[in-house]
């Protein structure tokens, strides 16, 4: 089925601003890359203004009950569920994965790679999660279960390279 493609007038609607990703999710080739991308240098700065993990731990929890109602009314106003354009869920998973990140380069990359990975290829049980679940949580459940896989997997990597 053919996706209607938003555009910048959709923007100025609050919901789809923040669906959308502030427009990352307009990018016309890759949104969900593009809204992780962003989702990077979000996340970045939140450990500037947020160091303790606690804190950015419930700045996540918020993200995606917040997010369960904006992409619940983002795909209803564009008439399809989980449309590609909307990206939100991606910088919510992003957000979850780097939660057992240290800081650094390397491990920013590392996070976007797994979880860019496994929100792509969709392996079980996130392709389960994907296909049964509908509305704003079934749009936000595979990124975040892709999310904490990616969190479970850096968490392992650090208690090897450690």
Do not use: N
């Not at 989980?82 to 590392?110: K, N």
């Amino acid at each position: 089925m053919s996706q209607k493609r938003p555009g910048p007038r959709e923007l100025a609607d609050p919901v789809h601003f923040i669906a959308l990703g502030f427009g990352a999710g307009l990018a016309p080739v890759a949104p969900g890359t593009a809204g992780t991308v962003l989702a990077v240098l979000l996340e970045y700065w939140a450990r500037q203004w947020l160091p303790d993990v606690l804190q950015r731990a419930i700045l996540v929890l918020v993200m995606i009950v917040f997010g369960i109602w904006v992409c619940h009314i983002s795909a209803r106003k564009l008439g399809q569920h989980d449309h590609q354009a909307i990206v939100w869920d991606e910088i919510c998973g992003y957000f979850l994965t780097m939660l057992a990140a240290p800081s650094g380069w390397r491990w920013m990359i590392a996070g976007f790679l797994l979880f860019r990975t496994l929100d792509i290829v969709k392996p079980w049980p996130i392709r389960e999660v994907d296909h049964s679940i509908g509305g704003g949580f079934g749009i936000m459940l595979d990124d975040v279960v892709a999310g904490l896989i990616s969190a479970a997997a850096i968490m392992a990597a650090r208690a090897l390279l450690t």
